[in-house]
């Protein structure tokens, strides 16, 4: 689920905390980025659960209105298409998802008047009225239609991403990701499914170590860096430079140098690419042309050492 880029952004913000905090405690500072890029799955859990509660929110709601005398003429019946088909079947029925929101203690239970209230939003929409009265009957259709809600109804609904704000400070910068997970998870389920085809947290192992041996070393080479960056930065004073900044370009030092395996272009284009989501217009220029002089020397004290195949001797600009 996450990918590289994304694993760097989580050992920005660590670090950014932890400088700031003045810790020198680097196992603490590992937990922390661990417990970061975890909080992420939390968020695409929550996500996938809100389907199937959803579906029980909206069985609720009708039942009610029938105990109470309410008819809604033949919608009645049409409306349970809403909470009895496929696709629900295939998130209630999941093992996995169920274990895994037990395990990380992830449920709406308390949070039941959000869900109705979203629900009687999707309720009034074109698609929800058109999905209930179509006669058609399919897995292709269901997905089709709970992909379109998510979207323009759960994506968009204010309160919940209120509910997400509060519940964790990480999630903000996950949102993005996490919807594109749980679209894509909905769209994988296909006939027949026995479980959910959930994503995976990282997409290998050496993901997670590539995370934490990027904050390790980066704090752990901090203070070279700093005369490094001071060389290319003679008419600026280092502690007036934005610490977000700083702290970015020793980051892509710690990948030139410490990561034989990353090539020098990809190392550049992803800071300056996280330079645009974290710094300014100016502050993206100004590493950029930093990191460049940086390279420049580096590659001719031969201090960068690429392994591996297409890397050897070969010069990037």
């Known amino acids: 689920m996450l990918n590289r880029r ?26 922390e980025l661990l417990f970061n890029i975890e909080k992420a799955y939390d968020l695409y859990l929550h996500q996938l659960l ?14 009610k209105k029938k105990s109470v005398g309410i008819t809604f003429k033949k919608d009645t019946l049409l409306e349970k298409k809403f909470y009895e088909n496929d696709l629900i079947k295939t998130i209630l029925d999941s093992k996995a998802l ?14 039941y008047d959000l869900i109705r209230k979203l629900f009687l939003q999707i309720r009034k929409t074109e698609p929800y009225k058109n999905y209930i009265n179509s006669k058609n009957k399919s897995l292709k259709e269901d997905k089709k239609f709970f992909l379109k809600i998510f979207y323009k109804c759960i994506c968009e609904f204010e309160m919940l991403h209120h509910f997400y704000e509060e519940k964790s400070i990480y999630w903000i910068d996950d949102w993005e990701l996490v919807v594109k997970a749980t679209a894509k998870t909905i769209d994988l389920i296909s006939e027949n499914d026995q479980e959910l085809p959930l994503a995976s947290l990282y997409k290998d192992d050496e993901d997670k170590k590539f995370a934490c041996q990027l904050f390790g070393k980066t704090v752990l080479n901090y203070k070279e860096f700093d005369s490094m960056i001071e060389n290319k930065t003679k008419n600026w004073d280092i502690d007036r430079i934005a610490i977000m900044d700083i702290i970015l370009m020793k980051m892509a030092l710690t990948e030139l140098i410490k990561f034989p395996e990353i090539p020098i272009k990809v190392t550049l284009n992803e800071y300056i690419e996280i330079s645009k989501m974290y710094s300014s217009q100016k502050s993206k220029v100004f590493i950029n042309g930093v990191l460049d002089k940086l390279v420049e020397e580096l590659e001719k004290d031969n201090k960068i050492k690429k392994e591996g195949k297409g890397l050897i001797n070969k010069t990037y600009s």
């Open 6 to 31: 994304h694993l760097r952004v989580k050992v920005l913000q660590v670090l950014y905390a932890f400088f700031q905090s003045d810790s020198n405690d680097l196992e603490e500072g590992e937990k």
């Open 50 to 63: 809100l389907f199937s509660e959803l579906a029980y929110v909206a069985d609720k709601y009708i039942e």
């Open 98 to 111: 169920s274990v895994k929101c037990k395990d990380r203690k992830i449920s709406w239970s308390e949070n």
